[in-house]
């Protein structure tokens, strides 16, 4: 099972309980390491491995015309693994306890470099803007993607977590 073997700063009894009640199955949560959780800076640094069944990626009719790469799909869903991660980590949010998460606007996306099957995507997520209160949560995010020092995807986005909805 995946949420015993993701490697990181962090309890890995949080991480395997985020994982055991977070509302997607294992192969939906696109992050395969995180390297950093800085809490004062509300920034996170993580790793996903390219070469790992991704739901969209897998499906492509790849051609030399079209070659294997992270699929937008995916690249999407992984901004939404790492958001959630910032809501459990940095303001306690607990799918178990009744929280869940929703993508509120993508502001912007930059597709900026294609993000080929092989190197990881190094993954940086850090919060702009947050509006906290006792059953709601906004969190603006910027988003970067890189791959083998280029840039693939750069977003600035919001979700929105709500307790008991």
């Known amino acids: 099972m995946m949420a015993q073997k ?3 700063p962090h309890d890995p009894n949080e991480m395997q309980r985020f ?3 977070f509302m997607y199955e294992d192969e939906a949560f696109l992050v395969d390491e995180v390297i950093k959780l800085d809490v004062e800076r509300r920034e996170i640094e993580a790793r ?5 069944s991704l739901p ?11 070659p294997a790469h ?3 799909g995916d690249i999407i869903m992984t901004t939404a ?3 959630c991660l910032h809501a459990w980590f940095f303001y306690g949010c607990r799918w178990d306890e009744g929280w869940t998460a929703f993508g509120n606007r993508i502001h912007h996306a930059d597709f900026r470099a294609l993000a080929r099957i092989g190197p990881p995507l190094e993954l940086r997520s ?3 803007r947050s509006r906290a209160g006792s059953r709601r949560l906004v969190l603006r995010y910027d988003f970067e993607f890189r791959q083998a020092d280029t840039v693939v995807y750069y977003g600035d986005q919001t979700a929105m977590f709500v307790k008991d909805l």
């Open 6 to 8: 993701l490697p990181g």
């Open 19 to 21: 994982l055991a009640t």
């Open 48 to 52: 996903l491995d390219t070469t790992r």
């Open 56 to 66: 969209y990626a897998r499906h492509q009719r790849v051609s030399s015309s079209h």
């Open 70 to 72: 992270v699929a937008g």
């Open 81 to 83: 693994s790492l958001g």
């Open 126 to 128: 850090r919060e702009t």
